[in-house]
């Protein structure tokens, strides 16, 4: 159930192992996609397969729940008021299952999910259908890299967290089907905060670099040559600052945490507003350039929450030049972003423009860079003479 990111990936694996796969999705768009044998969004390797699962007749798409032996939820779960989770996308999942249910079926959920969201599907499901107490539940969290989803699907370990013991056991059964990793079993509760905690660890290390950014800009220090220095200690591994953190999960999962145990989560708390106020910095940074050059145009390279994909989900990247496009209506906003052929409708209501590179560079007194895309990184920084360069990830600093 799910045909994004995670969930058609996931379909196709199954799919390619032999297993006769069904995927559900409320798109009529991804259904359409599908069911042609093509690829709805950008992903390395996942094109190719989706025609041939497609073909073979081990994968088809539709609105229409089926009966199946094994349900994998893979849908959405966004924040809800106070960054709490927003659960309705699996609920509406769970109550279009449960009429299909005929007992000892195997209900996985996929989606990344606060500590009890399995135990919470049984609930729901056993309130719908009272007499299935037969029906198995687990949790598989997936920890795959966007560009590289199709091989760590499949080469990455995998936890593997039942309600039962036999549901971790079936589930296991199944993701063996294609996962060359290690599977690892335990309870549904502690594979949903292990996938937490893996995203929160790598949100609070951001944290620090960040945070060090700003500390070097008060102080007058080059956080990029600050932090190389600093990582020449054997046992220190700083990573690299940027414009906030993006994407469903770093930028999700960490507030999961913080929303369950509030007096608990205190520096993963402290982490998710470093993170979260980044962006508002590098706004500060622009606002300081264009008031020195009145009528300036700001070109503002990437958009996506990483490089070299077309994901924008939760990017720091689409708030800073939304803001911008808001902020500073006197001057034009040009966004480049390689990956996409269409801004997000609320950029465009800011008055953002999406342009060429070519024409960003030839145009831009202020340009900002956001992501470092891979077509980014042959620009020439010599000829950019004149022109006032905001680099959140120390690409042009690299380049030099």
């Not at 006769?20 to 390395?44: K, Q, Y």
């Not at 801004?343 to 560079?361: F, I, N, Q, R, W």
Request: charge should be negative.
């Amino acid at each position: 159930m799910g045909l994004g990111y995670i969930g058609l990936p996931t379909a196709v694996v199954l799919a390619r192992a032999g297993l006769d796969v069904v995927g559900v999705d409320v798109s009529d768009r991804h259904i359409d996609a599908v069911n042609r044998g093509e690829l709805p969004f950008v992903e390395e390797g996942l094109g190719e397969v989706v025609a041939e699962v497609v073909k073979a007749g081990k994968l088809t798409a539709t609105k229409e729940m089926p009966k199946a032996d094994v349900y994998i939820i893979a849908v959405p779960t966004p924040f809800a008021e106070g960054y709490k989770a927003d659960l309705s996308y699996i609920d509406a999942a769970t109550a279009a299952i449960a009429p299909q249910l005929e007992g000892d079926e195997l209900v996985i959920l996929g989606s990344t999910s606060p500590a009890g969201t399995t135990e919470h599907i049984r609930e729901v499901l056993l309130e719908l259908r009272p007499e299935l107490t037969d029906v198995q539940f687990a949790h598989c969290p997936e920890r795959v890299l966007p560009g590289r989803i199709m091989v760590e699907m499949v080469s990455n370990d995998r936890i593997v967290g039942g309600l039962t013991p036999e549901a971790a056991q079936r589930a296991c059964d199944l993701y063996a089907t294609f996962c060359q990793g290690e599977l690892h079993q335990t309870d549904a509760t502690t594979a949903e905060m292990a996938k937490l905690t893996e995203n929160a660890f790598r949100d609070v290390n951001i944290a620090f670099a960040n945070e060090l950014s700003l500390i070097s800009d008060k102080l007058g220090i080059d956080v990029w040559e600050l932090i190389e220095l600093a990582n020449k200690h054997p046992r220190v591994n700083v990573l690299q600052p940027g414009p906030g953190v993006g994407g469903h999960c770093i930028a999700v999962d960490p507030w999961f945490i913080v929303s369950s145990t509030p007096k608990e989560a205190r520096l993963i708390r402290t982490a998710r507003e470093v993170n979260d106020g980044k962006p508002e910095w590098v706004i500060e940074q622009v606002r300081k350039a264009v008031e020195a050059r009145p009528g300036a145009v700001v070109a503002c390279l990437g958009l996506a929450f990483k490089a070299d994909i077309d994901d924008l989900r939760e990017s720091p990247s689409v708030h800073i030049v939304e803001e911008i496009g808001k902020r500073f209506q006197d001057h034009e906003v040009l966004a480049v972003e390689p990956h996409i052929e269409e801004l997000p409708s609320k950029l465009a209501s800011a008055g953002v423009a999406l342009a060429s590179l070519e024409d960003a560079l030839a145009r831009a007194q202020v340009l900002v860079l956001l992501v470092d895309h891979t077509a980014f990184k042959s620009i020439d920084v010599q000829a950019l003479q004149g022109i006032e360069l905001i680099d959140t990830k120390g690409l042009f600093r690299i380049a030099r």
